[in-house]
Each structure stands twice: as structure tokens, then as C-alpha cells.
């Protein structure tokens, strides 16, 4: 197996984007090479812990509606582009998303790390709902098929939110800026929503790699 790191925050648009993409790539590829594991990166560090008013964070960000709508339209079709619905009208708050990174890494030592990235991206893009919000996230893992009880204690305290913020903080150090950016075999990066065809013809090289190498 080989290993792919990716950098991602679960409201980042183009990283659901670029799961999507990845994920029909190894559809078409079943016999695919990769190990997948998960990073943090919070595309908003300094937003206040409880979030704040989708609209409020649009005009800050865009200038408004307008500036919005400019900005979003190719992201809407980029998501149709790669099979995935984004009610972005849906969204009523942008959330602080350490918890929601917090509920990865805890998923991540279970090995049901792709599955919760997988949820929250649906549950934030698609169905509009806080995954900033306790209850969300513990649903979420419980869906996943994370313990119930051990996830709202540990949702209720701060373990691991240093642990995760050094981790943020030392992949900007490294020169990171955006997400989604993907990491082969702890060697070749890979920034932005790749498409579906590049991903398949990288499989395609690393086997035949693979098949060259010496019995």
C-alpha cells in the first residue's frame, strides 16, 4: 500500500470536490494502492468557537451576496461536475471546525477516519446542518459506528485541541496556504480538486511502477 495524506477542512468546498473525484477515481481503480489518511487544516483558525452567521461571514469574506455568488459559482459547478450536491443555500452558520477535526483524529485511531470526513462534508454541503454543533458531530460518529458516550465526553472537553492546532499550525509552517492538497507516498504533492481522470492515470502509473520493480 501507499500512503495518501490528505489536508482538508470538512467546509472546504473544493476539498469535497476533491474527495468526490478521488473517491470515483478508485471506483474505476478498486485494486488502487492507497492508504488514506487525514489532516488537519482549518480554513478559518480565528473564527470564534461558536461560529458565526452564515451571512455575517459571507459579506466579511465577499463583500456580500454579489461577491458570493461570483465566488461560489464555479464551486457549484465543479460539485455537479464530480456528482455531489451543495445546497450552499442551506448553510445558516459557518463553524469553527476544531471539534469537527477533533472527531477525525478519534475516528482515525478507530480506522473509521474516511467515513466521518465523508459524513461531514454530506451533513455540511448537502443537508446545511452546523457541524460545529456537539450533537451533529456525536451523531455523526455514532452513525459511523464510534461510541456514543465516549464521544460526547471527549466533545465536551479540549482533549486533543492543542494536539491539532500544532498540527494546523506546523503544516503553514511547511508552506501550506489551501486545501485540499494531497500527499503521496510522503513525497509528491498534489494542491487543489484534481480531477477524476488525473487521479485514475496516477494509479495507473504507480502499478505499473509497481509491476516494474524487481520480484
Known sequence: MIKLDILSDPICPWCYIGWSNLTRA???????????????????????????????????????????????RPVVEHGEAAG?????????????TLDAHRLIHWAGLEGRQTPVVAALFKAYFTDGRDIGDHAVLTQIAVDAGMAQDLVTTLLAGDADADDIMARDAHTRSRGVSGVPSFVIASQHVLSGAQPTDTWIAIIDEIAEQIRDQPQ
Open 26 to 72: 478508485m471506483a474505476a481503480r478498486p485494486d488502487h494502492p492507497f492508504l488514506i489518511e487525514w489532516h488537519p487544516f482549518q480554513l478559518n483558525p480565528d473564527m470564534p468557537a461558536g461560529g458565526m452567521d452564515r451571512r455575517h461571514y459571507l459579506t466579511e469574506k465577499f463583500g456580500g451576496t454579489d461577491g458570493a455568488l461570483r465566488a461560489y
Open 84 to 96: 455531489i450536491t451543495l445546497n450552499l443555500d442551506q448553510i445558516a452558520r459557518t463553524p469553527n
